[in-house]
């Protein structure tokens, strides 16, 4: 008796190994400000509220300064290779899965490279920013996938967060009728 229940207890184990082989478990990988760049826009990506990253399902991990940008990779690059993506909650730096995060946008509201969303880990954290700010567009991240992902203007984080020389090819700070390094 004892001897079965050994066998069936080797079977449950191999049978558990088993199915949680071929499954990926991703992580988001901790920023490393003096080495990180954004895939796109190649400025230094900051451990704040607007890194995000996304790993493809090879493993391969990109980091960006901001959510637009991590869009715009998607754009070029299409998203049938993405496994996993993850966004920073805004009051917390915490990392949360792209999907599961709430998004506020306002063309106003400053981000490094002027998208002016902002992630939370909640739909009432969301609103919450929204009904104190008094503006705001609460989105899913279903919704971002129609979003129109223009640019503000002028709305540049750029209090001590970047690099101020790299938000434009002169050296100086992008003006409202810039259109900065990604051309929109």
Known sequence: MKKQAWSVLAVLFVIAMLSGCGQAKY????????????????????????????TTK?????????????????????????GAQFVRDYNNKEWIPYEDASYVYDPSFKSPMAYGIYAFKDKAEAQKFIDGQKKGKLMSAAELGTHSWERGK??????????????????????????GMHGK
């Open 58 to 82: 090879e493993g391969k991990t990109f980091k960006f300064d901001d959510l637009g940008c991590m869009n715009e990779w998607k754009r070029k690059n299409g998203t049938a290779n993405i």
């Open 154 to 179: 002028g709305s540049m984080d750029m209090g001590g967060n970047h690099d101020k020389n790299a938000h434009s090819e002169s050296g100086g700070s992008m003006g409202a009728g810039d259109k």
């Open 27 to 54: 992580q988001a990988i901790p920023i490393d400000e003096e080495t990180d760049k954004c895939e796109i826009c190649n400025m230094q990506v900051k451990d704040d509220a607007f890194a995000v990253q996304l």
